[in-house]
């Protein structure tokens, strides 16, 4: 089984200032990772996805992040946010092979200030 | 147009009623899913089918039962509504290339009073 910590339900930062999302995972095997972004009144989409090669991932909308699978952490960061990224972005993973469930986190609410 | 509809996209009920939330996909994928989006907890997984003759139970599928008619479509009904059923439900789609990216409709937010 996994699961997946988001440490912080709500972040709220400065228009212009660096951001970093906390993702921790938990699983005995190997794992794809995932970010979604979910914006008011909306469905999630995807803002980029861990699945192998090189840890540093970068995503839609200047957003990146890195997989560290020693500290089992996959941290979305983006270094000078917009109003416009006021949302809810969740962290989510699945184990590799066959089909395995995506499980999701509880969600980090960004509240970028003007 | 979007590729993963639901409808309705709002809808008030009464308890003990019977309701259905539809769901159609314009992306040729084969699997679909079912989730409830509670405030605090995420989203949690009801049903999910890999084909039109495949369904499978999440980890919340108690209260719920669920229809695939066609590759596109996939609905979800609640037998016995009650309020605890109180969510916003997302349809999403997923084709397994090693990835499991998943495509969400827009929800469906249902008040059970």
């Known amino acids: 089984a996994q699961s997946v910590t988001q440490l912080d339900s709500q972040v709220p930062v400065f228009e212009e200032a660096p951001v970093e999302l906390r993702c921790n995972y938990s699983s005995s095997v190997s794992v794809y990772l995932f970010w979604y972004v979910q914006y008011p009144n909306q469905g999630l989409q995807l803002l980029l996805k861990y699945l192998s090669g090189s840890t540093l991932v970068k995503g839609i909308n200047g957003f990146e992040a890195e997989f560290n699978k020693s500290q089992t952490s996959f941290h979305l960061r983006k270094p000078s946010v917009h109003i416009s990224d006021t949302a809810e972005y969740f962290c989510a993973v699945s184990a590799l092979g066959g089909y395995q469930k995506v499980t999701f986190g509880i969600g980090t609410k960004l509240q970028v200030i003007p | 147009d979007a590729d993963v509809t639901q409808t309705p996209r709002n809808r008030i009920t009464k308890t003990g009623k019977r309701i259905m939330l539809e769901c159609s996909q314009t992306?040729?994928?084969?699997?679909m899913y079912w989730y409830r989006q509670d405030p605090g907890l995420g989203l949690r997984l009801i049903y999910y089918s890999f084909d039109v003759k495949d369904i499978n139970k999440g980890e919340i599928s108690d209260g719920y039962s669920v229809s695939r008619q066609a590759q596109a479509k996939f609905s979800l009904s609640l037998e016995s509504a009650i309020p605890n059923q109180t969510a916003l439900y997302f349809c999403?789609?997923?084709?397994?290339?090693?990835?499991?990216?998943?495509?969400f409709g827009p929800g469906t937010r249902l008040l059970v009073l």
């Open positions: 992306k040729g994928h084969d699997r």
């Open positions: 999403a789609t997923s084709d397994f290339m090693g990835s499991e990216t998943q495509y």
